[in-house]
Structure formats: structure tokens, C-alpha cells
């Protein structure tokens, strides 16, 4: 299984800009450019915010950006509103013969 | 519109089993992975069991390998997740979730809780 690894929490004021990092190996977020992030408020599903690395769905707005380097994925939240105090996650592909999987979360507190 | 509605949670005792059920409508079923992830309570997220399309392919985390079965019903737009052999760390929120392997989740389902205590 994928073994990502995430900053517990990230804070920021409102209006600011916050990174949260997701590290893993050269057999998944380095290997492949299958990285996706997803932000969960408390008591609701999931929702996916970036896939593909970088790539923005629909309705999700310009304000979430992310990048990779090496192994490494990143998420910027810029101009932080109080909605987007949240828990992220990212995940992503691990390969043919690995089922992939999740940090272990970020709690992004607005101050 | 993608929809995806879990049924089936409940209250099992140790040893016991379960199957969840997942509803879809608002996309060709059969042309998409679907997998299911759960969330133990004030934990994060797990991914469990990722079915392909055709359903050839399955994988399971080791953590249930051997004690939980995903399956699909391209016929009925319905995706299964047999729970047995349930411990008390199973306990969580099952999600379905369209996507997995290379496609991201998306969009996922309200979740079922599955609660294991005696």
C-alpha cells in the first residue's frame, strides 16, 4: 500500500497563501503524474479538488493550485477563506501491482 | 448527474459480516473503476478495494485481504463490498467512490457506518 506522508495541520490568515506537502517514493508520487488532492469538512465526503498532478475540476476554484517535484506533490491555497478550513488528503497511483492510497491527512486551520 | 448512494451499514458483532451496496446512476457504469474507502472514526482516510471496469482486475489493502470481497454488477449499476470475519478496528465510514487506479475519486458517496462491537 501507498505510504504518503503529510503535515498533521497548516494554518494561515485569511487572505494568505498555505502549502501543505505530500511526500512519497519514486514508486508513486515520483513515479507517476497520478497525484490528486482532495479537501473533506467535518462530517461530509470527500470532494476532489486537483487531479492529475495539477489539473483543477470543474467548479473548483483557481485558488487551489499544486505542483510535484521528485517526490514530492504540494497544494497552495491562496487567498484563505474561512471555508476552506478543512482536512486534505492527497493520494496517488503506485503502480500496476499496488493498490495506492492516502497521506495521512492535513488539518488546515484558518486563523 | 454522477450519483453513488451506500446501503447496508449497521451494528455486527465481532466475527460477524456485512455486505455494503453501492448505487449509481449518471455515468456509463462499466467503463469505470470504482473502489471503496472507509474512515475510522477522527482518523483519515483508507483506501480498502478497487474494482476495474470490466471487474478483471481487483485489489484489496493487506489490512482486509482474505476477510472483505469487492465485487460489481455491471448489469445493475451496483458495486458490493462482503465484509467477514469483522474486527473491532474495522469500525468506520465506508465510502464508494468512482475512480481508483489511475483515475482520481470522484465524486464519492455520502458513507455507510459500519459499526463492530459486541
Redesign the interface.
Known sequence: ??ALTQPPSASGSPGQSVTISCTGTSSDVGG?N?V?W?Q?HPGK????II??VSQR?SGVPDRFSASKSGNTASLTVSGLQADDEA?Y?C?S?AGSN????????TKLTVL | EVQLLESGGGLVQPGGSLRLSCAASGFTFSSYALSWVRQAPGKGLELVSTISGSGGSIYHADSVKGRFTISRDNSKNALYLQLNSLRAEDTAVYYCAKGGRQQPFDPWGQGTLVSVSS
Not at chain 1, 98 to 105: E, S, T, V, W
Open positions: 500500500q501507498s507517476y497520478y490528486s482532495y473533506q465526503a470527500p470532494k476532489l487531479y492529475g475540476p482536512d488528503y493520494s497511483y499496488n493498490l495506492g492510497g492516502f497521506g495521512g491527512g
